[in-house]
């Protein structure tokens, strides 16, 4: 199975001298791509230096729209999507590619370690794959624990962007107009939306604590008052259009008590505590129609009608 890693980089040349180089040395080898995002630094320098492939987009793009250009550049059988802040272990490849081997596998979730730069580990998970519960709201699994937790690996409802294994039929899959990520979306929460997607598909994703990284999170339940008030609004935003894409009746109907409980709560929130997300309504409600396309488009090829929300790993 040839695999692809897609390493992005946005101007993040001191990551990358880390992060590249740990990519390279994974056996089995792989293709590896930099996805250059109109970066002003030495990004292309570095590519060429490791013999990586250099794939330069200009002008700058969203995360999204960056990624989905990346992968309609690249082939593999297999592709890791990788930010250049995380910083794979030897092995990471191996372990993850060997979780394939079961067809009905589409996606492979590590284990993130947190780090605050570039060989400073916390010994605390990042992230042992993601979540989404019955309030529709998106997590990381494990966030803070410590970091010898999550040891068994199991099935899990989605992968964290920072570092994601997929099966390419299953990205084609997926692809609703040509965009296996949602570029209305942007950034936040469209690795969550691919997910849920992928498992409205029949996809399952596994857990495979042997393929371990480091990553520095920029987003997290610990940083997110450091966060501008631009990306809290489409993070908040962009957790409707994933329901509006991705919602089935019955899982709907199932929910509805917690779902509703949650939207009292965050309104609460956001007069009391963050009115500037106000807004995101808006922004919500402009969005509608053509996250409404992309729901009939997904609707024609959806195999499961309820979800396996919340699951994830045992601890």
């Not at 997110?224 to 019955?250: C, G, H, W």
């Amino acid at each position: 199975m040839k695999t692809t890693v897609l390493l992005l980089s946005v101007d993040e040349a001191p990551l990358l001298a880390h992060s590249l180089p740990a990519a390279v040395a994974q056996e089995p080898r792989a293709e590896v791509v930099v996805l250059d995002n109109a970066s002003s630094d030495g990004t292309g320098e570095l590519a060429e230096r490791h013999g990586a492939r250099h794939l330069r987009l200009h002008p700058r793009r969203s995360y999204a729209a960056a990624i989905n250009e990346g992968l309609r550049s690249t082939g593999g059988d297999a592709v890791l999507l990788l930010n250049a802040d995380c910083f794979l272990r030897p092995g990471f490849l191996a372990a993850t590619r060997e979780c394939l081997r079961d067809e009905a596998v589409g996606s492979v979730a590590p284990k993130l370690v947190r780090m605050s730069g570039p060989g400073a580990e916390l010994d605390q998970i990042d992230a042992a794959g993601m979540f989404v519960d019955r309030w529709r709201k998106n997590g990381l699994v494990g966030f803070g624990r410590p970091a010898n937790a999550f040891a068994r690996a199991g099935p899990c409802f989605g992968a964290d962007g920072a570092a994601a294994l997929y099966r390419r039929r299953t990205l084609e899959q997926c692809a609703l107009a040509g965009e296996v990520l949602d570029e209305d979306m942007e950034l936040w929460v469209s690795d969550a939306d691919l997910a849920w997607r992928a498992q409205l598909l029949g996809w399952r994703c596994a857990y495979e604590p042997r393929a371990v990284a480091g990553h520095i999170r920029s987003y997290s339940p610990a940083t997110r008052p450091a966060i501008s008030e631009r990306d809290r609004r489409i993070q908040f935003r962009n957790r409707y259009l994933m329901m509006v894409k991705n919602e089935t009746r019955a899982s709907l109907l199932r929910d509805a008590p917690w779902i509703l409980t949650y939207e009292l709560l965050a309104l609460g929130h956001v007069l009391l505590r963050e009115r500037h997300l106000l807004a995101a309504y808006g922004d919500a409600r402009r969005a509608l129609p053509a996250a409404r396309r992309r729901r009939r488009l997904l609707a024609a090829r959806r195999r499961v009608e309820l979800p396996p929300f919340g699951l994830r790993p045992a601890a």
